[in-house]
């Protein structure tokens, strides 16, 4: 075993130049996996993260019956102390919002909008653009005429701060609401939707335009880990009982939780086609270095190796170059990563301001992460699918006569 | 006591199915255990086919060929090898060392298919490449030594692995006629001093001359056969 192994490797050095272009091959193969699976691990990570550029929690809270048609009626009663008796992780934040579909009327037009009513102070910690006010002021707490347009709407309806903007809703006892209140600010978001079609006021002053009590419509939990999200939920359903649905963030967002369970298969899936291409040029190198030695081989068998001999010491071959290729790879790939991780590689903030991704909304620098597991898996397929290229030519090259490989020039 | 028996061995070369080359037409020819023989014949009368088929490196057409009395067609392929790993030694024209080798390395190989431990494998070649004259030139590459010198390594490959016979095909062909001379004498030496049977095929009369017997091919069949007398001097052990 230790003769054939050095044997092997010795032999992988007599021409450095194809064994260097095989193992690029593999290995730049592979980095490119790596740094792929990376990428999406960035952008997954970052989805469930940083839920607050679009003011999603990890965890959210409704009256039963209230999605999906949102009634303005079915809401949480005393959303105070709803919040105040839930027991949340250190570190997470929670909020009540009133929620509403109203049309928002300028001096220059109008335009369908999402009303939310919300506490200020606690609004800032759970919707990134809620504190992103460019121009005028953000929304004081007890503020019940201001009210906070986003940046593409202010546009559209031609409000600066100051302006006065009439907000009209179909009240909880049916009838229509209207008050008429003062913009204080223009926010700016990452998210076209939320600049285009969100409105944000104080929770009292939405309240009072519903007609409604000391309600809320939605209880927004962001942790700051994604994985609690499901042990706080079951934590919450225990505590609200039936008269509360609680869903976590993959539950509002499955096409989120598809893309992640989708990526280890589609890690599979691009390696393999990946190495359909790069596996076939090592293999016809591989060939080519074999049928070089086929005198060799055949001196070898005629002191009395078996034939599985000699294809153990082909197969060693690929086993030094899948070894050597997969060790490139992964260094290469998760030296991308790494230098990807602080957003500077894949930087699209010149062309775009922001991603959609499977209903949550992500920065247009993406942050690369380790992709632990698919990055395992693909270095794995690498190694074995690199090793089991030795096959053919190492069969081929054990089927020949000994004395037939002797003649061979 | 035998240790080759070719018994009525012939051997056609087939191209498309059709016999384009009869290198052997029916040869018998018995090997006694410590022979020093040549198997002599002009270019393609079948020398090297012969030592094939008694290498069990290919297979005769029709015949039976026997190696320390096992019959080499009823062999399989596997035990083929295993036949040649401990019963047969080679000597190559070419030298036919494996480049990655060392001359050490080269010359433990066959030991080392056979598991012989890596004390009493380290141990047999530094007396075997004494013996044959390469002491200090163990750690050398094939490419690193002359002519000379790899066909010594060769022969210590050979006999490493104390096999019943050695078969020496051309094995002076490459080399000068002061070299030939001194690696026929070495395998002379060997076959005197540990009791080797030695084959070779040549045309050099050197080789022939230092040889107990020669056995002429001419046209793939034995012309002559002839033995030397115990008291005859030889031309190449001086």
Same mark, same amino acid.
């Given at each position: 075993m ?5 044997i092997s490797?010795?032999?992988? *050095? ?13 290995? %730049?193969?592979l ?7 990376? *990428?999406? $691990?960035?952008?997954?990570? $970052?989805?469930k ?6 003011g999603?929690?990890? &965890? ?23 919040l ?23 001096a ?22 809620f ?15 201001? &009210? %906070? ?5 202010a ?9 006065k ?5 179909q ?33 009292? !002053? ?10 809320a419509?939605?209880l927004?939990?962001?942790l700051?880990?994604?994985?609690? !999200?499901?042990?706080?939920k ?10 509360? $649905?609680?869903?976590?963030?993959a539950?509002?967002?499955?096409a989120? %939780?598809e893309?992640?369970?989708m990526t280890?298969? @589609?890690?599979?899936v691009?390696t ?6 790069v596996?076939?040029?090592? @293999?016809?190198? @591989?060939?080519?270095?074999?049928l ?22 082909i197969?060693?071959e ?10 490139a790879?992964?260094? +290469?790939g998760?030296?991308?990563?790494w ?7 894949l ?5 775009? $301001? ?16 380790? !992709? ?5 898996e693909?270095?794995? +397929? ?9 096959i053919?030519? !190492? *069969? ?14 | ?9 012939? #051997?056609s070369?087939?191209? #498309?199915? #059709?016999?384009?080359t ?7 020819l018995?090997?006694e ?14 020398k ?22 096992r ?11 295993d036949?040649?790993r ?8 070419a030298y036919?060392?494996?480049?990655v ?5 080269? =010359? ?11 004390? /009493? ?8 490449l004494?013996?044959?004259?390469? /002491? ?9 030594m ?9 022969? =210590? ?10 078969? =020496?095909? /051309? ?5 000068d ?14 076959n ?11 045309h050099?009369p ?12 001419v046209d ?7 033995? #030397? ?6 031309? =190449?052990s001086?």
């Open positions: 230790r003769l054939l192994l050095a490797w010795r032999n992988l *050095w007599r021409n450095r130049r194809r064994t260097l272009i095989s193992m690029s091959a593999a290995g %730049l193969g980095a490119l996996i790596v740094f792929y699976v990376g *990428w999406i $691990e960035g952008m997954i990570g $970052e989805a993260n940083q839920l607050d550029n679009t999603m929690g990890h &965890v959210e809270v409704y009256a039963k019956g209230w999605r999906p048609r949102r009634p303005v009626e079915v809401a949480l009663a005393d959303s105070k102390g709803l105040s008796t839930l027991e949340l992780p250190a570190g997470a934040d929670a909020g009540a919002r009133v929620v509403a579909r109203a049309l928002a009327s300028g220059h037009g109008a335009q369908g909008v999402t009303v939310l009513g919300v506490d200020p102070e606690r609004e800032l910690r759970l919707s990134k653009h504190g992103d006010v460019r121009q005028g002021e953000r929304l004081a707490p007890g503020d019940g005429r201001g &009210v %906070l347009v986003g940046e593409k709407l546009e559209k309806l031609q409000l600066k701060v100051g302006h903007l009439k907000l009209m809703v009240g909880a006892d049916g009838e229509m609401g209207v008050d008429v209140f003062r913009v204080r600010g223009i926010f700016h978001s990452i998210a076209a939707p939320l600049s285009r079609a969100t409105v944000f006021v104080d929770a009292p !002053a939405a309240q009072k335009l519903l007609g409604l009590g000391e309600v419509h939605q927004v939990v962001q700051p880990d994604a994985t609690q !999200a499901d042990e706080v079951r934590a919450m359903e225990q505590r609200l009982g039936d008269r509360a $649905e609680v869903v976590t963030y539950e509002l967002m499955p989120l %939780l893309i992640e369970q280890g298969t @589609m890690t599979v691009i393999l086609f990946v190495y359909l291409l596996g076939l040029g090592i @293999m016809n190198t @591989m060939l080519m270095s074999v070089e030695r086929t005198r060799e081989l055949g001196v070898m068998r005629a002191l009395g190796e078996r034939p599985r001999g000699i294809v153990a010491l197969l060693a690929s086993f030094w170059i899948a070894l050597l290729s997969v060790a790879g992964l260094a +290469l998760l030296a991308a990563v230098a990807g991780a602080d957003g500077s590689l930087d699209f903030s010149k062309s775009t $301001e922001s991603w959609e991704m499977a209903g949550t909304v992500l920065d247009a620098r993406v942050r690369t992460a380790v !992709a632990v597991r698919p990055t395992i693909a270095a794995a +397929l690498v190694f074995v699918l690199t090793t089991l290229i030795g053919y030519p !190492a *069969w081929r090259i054990s089927k020949v006569e000994p004395a037939k490989a002797l003649r061979a020039n | 006591m035998s240790v080759v028996r070719v018994a009525g061995v012939k #051997k070369y087939l191209a #498309k199915g #059709k016999v384009v009869e290198a052997l037409r029916g040869v018998d018995v090997v255990k410590g022979e020093f023989m040549a198997i002599a014949g002009p270019s393609g009368s079948g090297t086919t012969l030592l094939n088929l008694i290498g069990a490196l290919d297979t005769p057409t029709s015949g039976t060929v026997e190696v320390d009395g019959d080499l067609g009823t062999l399989s392929p596997n035990e083929q090898a036949l040649r401990d019963r047969i030694g080679f000597v190559f024209q036919n060392l494996i480049p080798l060392s001359a050490a390395e080269n =010359a433990e190989y066959v030991m080392g298919l056979k598991r012989v431990p890596a004390a /009493e494998r380290r141990r047999r070649v530094a007396e075997l004494a013996q044959v004259g390469l /002491e200090g030139l163990e750690e050398k590459r094939p490419l690193e002359s002519g000379g010198q790899q066909q010594r390594v060769a022969v =210590a490959r050979a006999i490493a692995a104390e096999p019943a016979v050695v078969l =020496a095909d /051309e094995p002076t062909a490459n080399l006629q002061a070299t030939g001379r001194a690696l026929v004498e070495m395998m002379r030496r060997l005197r001093d540990r009791g080797v049977t030695f084959i070779f095929s040549s050099d050197m080789v022939l001359e230092s040889a107990d017997r020669v056995v002429r091919l793939g069949k034995v012309a002559s056969d002839e033995r #030397k007398s115990p008291g005859e001097p030889q031309a =190449a001086s």
